[in-house]
């Protein structure tokens, strides 16, 4: 067996149900608030247009997807992410994934020169994948603390030259997962030029940018911060969306990666050998979806409702505050891992130490003493949780 599998850690899903075992809950219903799995209702019409092309599975898909799909896909990038103007090529510049875990992965089997003393650098916490990709292509994750002091972000100042040097892929996530933190148009721009002057990628994971706070600001895109500091062809860029939060199909496992014709190229070589063209069904499924504007509005305006339901409750007992974006509560606890288990004894919710998330890096874990409260049930669920929470707390003050 490949030795490098040695070096990856347990899943924060695993460590959460070696966490919880033994645990006898009340008699309650189960909420689960752990996991990022969207809840709410997929659009009929994505269903409708899955269902209705289903004998279309008596063939083998191109890896490189149908044309259909990446002309939906640019249209949507130039409604959404672009600045007016900007063009994206559909047949260089995008590839259907199935879901961008698999993609972030194999993203970085492609960009890591194997023999190399590589690092992939990434933020701390951050999704696992970007740890697992990195350990599996033999490279050496490299660790940027997202803390309050920080904002949330990644202090990109704060990395010493000699890491730069070193540095194959920068992982960037905005919002981010789990901070909801949204990098600026000069914090990426920033970005960008590190990766001209050291020549490295960057992986923009942008699944959770169709969920934010203020309507009139959508996060800025790395595809948008690269046209507009002149980089046309999106030098240096890869960016990965997804349907899962974007449409609340999280079972269709359907999303892009988008970027630099060149490096396009060198992983659609990549994924011919990887397996993992996209079934016609899901591509033409997936079609309409990102034709479609009006139900991820309608996305959005839910999460929005839960957070002005859920805060006020919470609020009076909790460090907690509204995120920029996502749909994740990052809120400061005593003890991350004692107050997900006495939660779930007591109240029968599920939630993640923030701690499972992150890791030891200059001598601290910045995800102790959080934990990460994913809103993803129903309005009612999630206002019900909230309030099992305050219950909680008022049984058990700090």
């Not at 269902?51 to 990446?70: C, E, F, M």
Request: aromatic fraction near 10%; proline fraction near 9%; charged fraction near 20%.
């Amino acid at each position: 067996m490949n030795p490098l599998l040695e070096r990856l850690q347990a899943y924060p899903f695993e460590r959460l149900s070696a966490l919880l075992a033994g645990a006898r809950p009340p008699d309650l219903p189960a909420i689960q608030m752990y996991i990022g799995e969207p809840k709410h209702a997929p659009p009929a019409f994505v269903l409708d247009a899955l269902r209705a092309n289903l004998h279309q599975l008596d063939s083998y898909p191109l890896t490189r997807g149908l044309a259909v799909l990446r002309e939906a896909i640019a249209r949507m990038l130039q409604r959404r992410c672009l600045p007016p103007g900007a063009g994206v090529d559909a047949d260089t510049m995008i590839l259907p994934v199935n879901g961008t875990r698999e993609a972030l992965f194999a993203f970085v089997q492609a960009c890591v020169a194997p023999g190399t003393d590589a690092l992939v650098v990434m933020p701390n916490p951050c999704y696992q994948i970007y740890e697992g990709a990195a350990l599996l292509a033999g490279a050496t994750p490299y660790y940027l603390d997202t803390t309050p002091a920080t904002r949330f972000v990644p202090d990109l100042g704060a990395v010493h030259e000699d890491v730069w040097k070193r540095c194959q892929v920068l992982f960037l996530c905005s919002p981010g997962n789990p901070t909801g933190a949204i990098l600026s148009a000069a914090y990426l721009q920033h970005a960008l030029e590190l990766a001209e002057r050291y020549d490295f990628v960057i992986a923009a994971d942008e699944c959770y940018a169709e969920l934010y706070l203020d309507e009139a600001a959508p996060p800025t895109s790395l595809l948008r911060a690269a046209w507009e500091s002149g980089r046309t062809q999106y030098e240096r860029c890869a960016v990965f969306h997804s349907l899962s939060k974007r449409s609340s199909v999280p079972g269709l496992r359907s999303g892009f990666v988008a970027g630099n014709p060149v490096l396009m190229k060198k992983f659609l070589l990549y994924r011919t050998y990887h397996g993992c063209a996209m079934p016609v069904p899901t591509q033409l499924a997936s079609a309409v979806a990102w034709d479609d504007d009006a139900h991820v509005a309608a996305n959005r305006a839910l999460y929005r409702e839960k957070f002005d339901r859920v805060l006020p409750i919470l609020a009076p007992w909790l460090d907690v505050t509204r995120p920029d974006g996502g749909f994740y509560l990052w809120s400061q606890v005593p003890d991350d891992e004692a107050f997900t288990r006495g939660l779930y004894e007591q109240q029968h919710v599920s939630i993640l130490p923030g701690s499972y998330m992150a890791r030891e890096h200059d001598g601290a874990n910045p995800g102790r003493g959080r934990v990460r409260i994913s809103l993803v049930a129903t309005v009612d669920e999630c206002v019900a949780a909230a309030q099992r929470i305050r219950f909680y707390l008022q049984a058990n003050p700090p």
